[in-house]
């Protein structure tokens, strides 16, 4: 079984401040891969990235990082200097067992305010 | 962007009707999936496909059907609608795992509301 939780439904900062969205996942292999997806106010879902349980290390996309530790079982998400743009619905999702399934945590609504 | 559609985009029906949802994608992909979104459970698998007349259940698939002739089409059908079937279904896509796992590519949803 896997399970992903996303334990803060919603944030809100004021623009220009950082925010770190959390996500902790469950299972029980060891080959598995994380995700997390965007879905703003339009409704549509975007992919933003992949990790697979193989690497640990961390990974920076301008304003976005990742920090994925096994020891913790988490894959967190930092927006740094967030903007009105990243208003949106963040979802955290985990693969694995080698199934073609993906769970996904109930996602965490952020609001960014100007 | 992947090119995945939906249609409709929007529907209304009646308790009891059967309704049918479709999923179009153009990138020749082999998984195809079918989620529905609600609010406090994110999005819950309902069925999905690993190829043509390939077809397993998800998490959700009590009063749900689909249907893969195509390589490109995933079809969603709701047999008798119910009230509880009232939600946003979304249609994914993606292939086959690699070294670097697989991730999905959502089409622009369904809005569905059984009255």
């Known amino acids: 079984a896997q399970k992903v939780t996303q334990a803060q439904t919603e944030i809100s900062v004021v623009e220009k401040e950082d925010v770190t969205l959390d996500c902790v996942y469950e299972t029980r292999d060891t080959t598995y891969y994380l995700f997390w997806y965007k879905q703003p106010p339009s409704g549509e879902l975007v992919f933003l990235i992949r990790r697979n349980s193989f690497d640990e290390q961390n990974e920076i996309s301008g304003r976005y990082s990742w920090n994925f530790q096994k020891s913790t079982s988490s894959f967190n998400f930092t927006i740094t200097a967030s903007q009105v743009v990243d208003s949106a619905v963040y979802f955290c999702a985990l693969n694995s067992g080698g199934y073609q399934k993906v769970t996904f945590g109930i996602g965490t609504k952020l609001q960014v305010i100007p | 962007d992947a090119g995945i559609t939906q249609s409709p985009r929007h529907k209304v029906t009646e308790t009891g009707t059967p309704v049918t949802l479709r999923c179009h994608q153009t990138e020749n992909h082999r998984y195809m999936y079918w989620y529905r979104q609600d609010p406090g459970h994110g999005l819950r698998l309902i069925h999905y496909s690993y190829g043509v007349k390939d077809t397993d259940k998800g998490e959700v698939s009590d009063g749900y059907s689909v249907s893969r002739s195509k390589t490109e089409d995933f079809l969603l059908t709701l047999e008798s609608a119910t009230s509880s079937q009232t939600s946003v279904y979304f249609c994914?896509?993606?292939?086959?795992?690699?070294?670097?796992?697989?991730?999905?590519?959502f089409g622009p949803g369904t809005r569905l509301t059984v009255t």
């Open positions: 994914a896509i993606s292939e086959s795992i690699s070294r670097e796992g697989l991730e999905q590519y």
